[in-house]
Nanobody, 123 residues
Framework: QVQLVESGGELVQAGGSLGLSCAAFGGTISTYAMGWFRQAPGKEREFVATVNWNGGMTYYADSVKGRFTISRDNAKNTVYLQMNSLQSEDTAVYYC????????????????WGQGTQVTVSS
């Protein structure tokens, strides 16, 4: 059973940058693709980004493409999300999740989830 713990969420001004981390415990993430999702108040959870098991392939939602970067360090059992040029629309709880081998934009395919970290962007 892999446990995922997100960190790094905080209040940031529009136009600023923030880095999120997701550390895994109780097992290795090296055979899992990892994804970031987010959920804003009153909205459905939405896909943000995914990276495959070895970091060789990434995929982003159109809304964050060019601003966010997903990466991973399997030696540290950690995945990251670097967020630049933040906008008020990026305010949400951000979740990391794991799916075997190949990433997906569908939350239904992910088998492990973290508890989330709050990102608030003030305009």
């Amino acid at each position: 059973q892999v446990q995922l713990v997100e960190s790094g969420g905080e209040l940031v001004q529009a136009g600023g940058s923030l880095g999120l981390s997701c550390a895994a415990f109780g097992g290795t993430i090296s055979t899992y693709a990892m994804g970031w999702f987010r959920q804003a108040p009153g909205k459905e959870r939405e896909f943000v980004a995914t990276v495959n098991w070895n970091g060789g392939m990434t995929y982003y939602a159109d809304s964050v493409k060019g601003r966010f970067t997903i990466s991973r360090d399997n030696a540290k059992n950690t995945v990251y999300l670097q967020m630049n040029s933040l906008q008020s629309e990026d305010t949400a709880v951000y979740y990391c999740a794991a799916v075997p081998w190949v990433g997906s934009s569908s939350s239904e395919e992910y088998v492990y989830w973290g508890q989330g970290t709050q990102v608030t962007v003030s305009s």
